[in-house]
């Protein structure tokens, strides 16, 4: 409450005193607006329709324990966060599967819920044509919303709509199904593949223009063609990317237009070139605070999320940088098994493995009981009350007597 004074700014961190620990706490962690908003919307959905079946398109927000409690309340899935439908028997459906699909069941009577993410168009059309009301349940967040009305503005002035994303990801996807009824459409994951589209703007070839519907197939429009289509381009994003990344992307093609057609004529060229008002500031104040908090010595930093949330991964790559073998991502408390042990994430590395991998990394030694200086936070789909918890568990691991009571701690954070 106190480091939250500005929502779009980072500031200087919390520091909680313990006594034989100390806690440096980013200005900024955790839930931003529109996930805290899908959350309500859940548990408002269960708790006002007694008797009815309720369930999510998938899941909610890339946070276990907030989808795990939501079961536990009675609600279900229909389909995995990868697209693919569950079984009425509660598992995702196999190839030549004959078990009947939750999605087959549903009726006018049942709720499902839109998840932060969004939904893309097809799956949409089909909840309208079960007789289902989908405005009603719809907890796409709001900056999520903001960049399909944008990719739909730039569409209706001629502009082609280059999604910066990652191609598997459900926002992605339903950007893209909301996009291609408006504009051609095509996804790139990284400066590196704007660049691809930048070469071929500069100078077209045949060669070039071949190389670019290879390597992007499946991720553009049908129909698309870098001659006709590239000409003059608008960027849209993922929202849990970092806004600089996408800003930086922006800048680019900038400058390719620039010295293709000068600078003037240039900018005509890049859909919103004047401004990145579409782009989520929850990911970047998140980043910028923790960086704030890096600055000051550390004997380790501890990043809360889930393991497929990708700001999560993101915030734990900042840490790793300035920390290397001392940062670690973890899910929860339970991920510290004892003052020498902690069960460390290691995210899927982007075109290696598309499945990662839990490592158990020594943490401190048993015998060493000084004092510790530690940061933590927290992804935008990671509860408070987890970063709370993990507080606690580190507690534990020192003698109760080495440690100064919530009082005095919240004393110094009043003064």
Known sequence: ALARTNERSASSPARLDFGAVQYVIPSHFGF?????????????SLAENPGRRVFMLSELIHNPFVNEDLLRRGLRYLQTDKGVPF???GRPARAGDTAPLLWDTLTSDDVVIIPAFGATDEDKKRLVRKGICVAQYDATCMLVEKVWKAARSFGRAGYTVVIHGKSEHEETKAT????????????IRSLAEARVLGDYIAQPTEEKRAAILERFAGLHTPGFDPAL???????????????????GIIDYFKEVFAQKYGATEGLAHVGGAGKKDTLCYATQVNQDALARAL????????????????????????CEQKLGDRAFFIQSEASIRSRCEIEHYVFPASGVSKTGHTEVHPLWAHDDLAPKRVLITG????PDGL?????????SLFPASSLRSIDDVLADLNR
């Open 379 to 382: 992804g935008a789909s990671c």
């Open 387 to 395: 970063v709370q918890q993990v507080i606690t568990r580190i507690n």
């Open 295 to 318: 600055t000051e010595p550390l004997d380790a930093a501890f990043v809360v999320g889930g393991r497929n949330s990708s700001n999560t991964y993101q915030l734990y790559r900042v």
């Open 87 to 89: 079984t009425i028997d």
């Open 229 to 247: 289509h590239l000409d003059r381009i608008a960027v849209v994003n993922q929202t849990t990317l970092l806004m600089n990344e996408t800003g």
């Open 32 to 44: 931003c607006l529109g996930v805290k908003n899908a959350i309500e919307r859940a548990y408002e």
């Open 176 to 187: 893209f199904s909301n996009t291609r009824r408006h504009a051609p459409s095509i996804i």
